[in-house]
């Protein structure tokens, strides 16, 4: 496959352009330049000051925001196929927070010009965007509900329910590529207190752990927690 087909492959699986047919798609395709980003890579820094809209294609990203004493919180961890960025028109702002690639990563950019033309030619993607924003404003406010009404095993549980993001040769779900340290920062709490907690989880039986891998062999047994 040429590198133009594979970047009209992996645009053709993103949320917003789901209605747009294969001529409109090679039109999208022109107008949004792609770059690899290898694991570990900040590519977008607190105080970049270009308007910038993001479409993760291939990989996982985490967007993080430091305090004045350098403690970071990841606000998101994002998957293929969904938009970020700083883009005020659209309700999206990263001004104060660094975008790292957690795997290899696939991503285009467009400029807020590429976004008015995108929008103004093909309509149905402005709504599409609309529905992608309004799902992540929801997963933030479960997220905000979660920190106040439970307590640390229950958040990390349905965090890891909800990150799992592979599944193992017997089916079981996998999460891959974070470490306690950012599951710590995911949660707002010290790495040491994930270790512990997940070293509970694994003589209860619920997971199995490797270096930044966490098998879930018991889902049902984490979703119990939540229901407690």
Known sequence: MSSNSAKLA????????????????KDVEAAAPMFTCEPGRTFYRAGDPAEVLFILKKGEVVLSRFNEDGKRLITATLKAGTIFG????????????????????????????????LIRRYPVVGLRIAEVLSRRLRD???????MAF???????????LRLAND???????????????HL?????????????TLAEFKADGLIETRRK???ILDPDGLRTLLAL
Not at 150 to 160: D, I, K, V
Not at 184 to 196: F, K, N, P
């Open 10 to 25: 992996y645009l053709q699986t993103v949320d917003i352009f789901q209605d747009l047919d294969a001529k409109q798609m």
């Open 184 to 196: 710590a920062e995911i949660l707002g709490t010290y790495r040491e207190t994930i270790s512990t």
């Open 86 to 117: 700083e883009m005020p028109l659209l309700g999206q702002h990263m001004r104060y927070s660094e975008a790292e690639a957690l795997s290899e990563c696939l991503i285009c950019s467009l400029s807020r010009r590429d976004v008015l033309e």
């Open 213 to 215: 891998r966490i098998t």
């Open 140 to 146: 933030a406010e479960e997220r905000l509900e979660e």
């Open 150 to 160: 439970q307590g640390l095993r229950e958040r990390l549980a349905s965090l890891l």
């Open 167 to 181: 599944t193992d040769w017997r089916g079981n779900p996998v999460v891959k590529g974070l470490t306690h340290q």
